[in-house]
């Protein structure tokens, strides 16, 4: 049964720097989907997505995969023969909890799900056609994500194709307070205080840094990525599809 997040609706303890340990899994699915504008949404097109692109005898990558949504909306959706899907979270009890899940599993007609708990930046990307980092970028160190992203690139079959939705920030200024005030609204609506809102902000601000939308696309062209596409858009929070070159 889901959980409802409190999390941040307290002043005794300071929040400190937002970890996924097992309070956030317990309540992550409502976490998110009260924090990220049309996040089911964008899982199940992702899973729609996955399912043009996957190609026979090859890997799907489901990268910072948290409690596994991206990876199990593609093992539903995909129909390409003798494929398999890698999920992988640096968080213990993000995995541990996923590996529960699959195993109460029963959907023998889908593809077949193996778990890592490592971080993303030491998995090997070999024989993939598709990878999905689903709002996973912006947690990685920014000096290390031209380096992660090359090695997806190199990683893809031609044809193979990278699934990124990220937060993004905005160059102009009214436009960035506008898109935050806008969000702040949406998670207003969700049932969050003002309490809840800047402590959550707070705990984010040194673990959560995004880019602008054009520093996404240039890092993606100048790692092995083009063209590169955006689907979709929630206030402050994107989703891109990028194809290999010389695909």
Not at 13 to 23: A, M, Q
Not at 82 to 96: E, G, L, Q
Request: hydrophobic share 45%; proline share 4%; with cysteine.
């Amino acid at each position: 049964m889901m959980s409802k997040d409190r999390l941040y609706d307290r002043l005794e303890n300071e929040p400190g720097d937002f970890v996924f340990d097992e309070r956030v899994v317990r309540v992550f699915p409502d976490m998110i989907n009260r924090s990220v504008p049309g996040y089911a949404l964008v899982v199940r097109m992702l899973g729609l997505l996955a399912r043009r692109y996957a190609q026979d005898d090859s890997v799907l990558y489901d990268l910072g995969c948290s409690l596994g949504a991206v990876a199990l909306a593609m093992s539903q959706a995909v129909r390409a023969r003798r494929v398999r899907i890698v999920a992988v979270d640096n968080a213990p009890a993000m995995i541990a909890r996923l590996d529960a899940l699959l195993a109460e599993r029963v959907a023998p007609d889908d593809v077949p799900i193996r778990t890592r708990c490592d971080d993303v930046l030491n998995c090997a990307i070999e024989n993939a056609s598709v990878v999905a980092l689903n709002f996973t970028l912006q947690f990685v160190d920014p000096g290390f994500r031209h380096l992660l992203l090359q090695r997806i690139a190199e990683g893809l079959r031609p044809g193979g194709v990278l699934l990124l939705s990220e937060k993004v920030c905005f160059a102009a200024a009214a436009e960035q307070r506008l898109q935050a005030e806008w969000h702040h609204d949406f998670k207003r609506a969700q049932g969050y205080s003002e309490l809840e809102i800047a402590r959550k902000r707070d705990a984010l601000e040194n673990v959560m840094q995004p880019d602008s939308l054009p520093q996404q696309r240039q890092r993606l062209m100048d790692t092995g990525f083009g063209p590169v596409f955006q689907w979709y858009q929630g206030f402050n929070f994107v989703s891109l599809i990028a194809f290999r070159q010389g695909r």
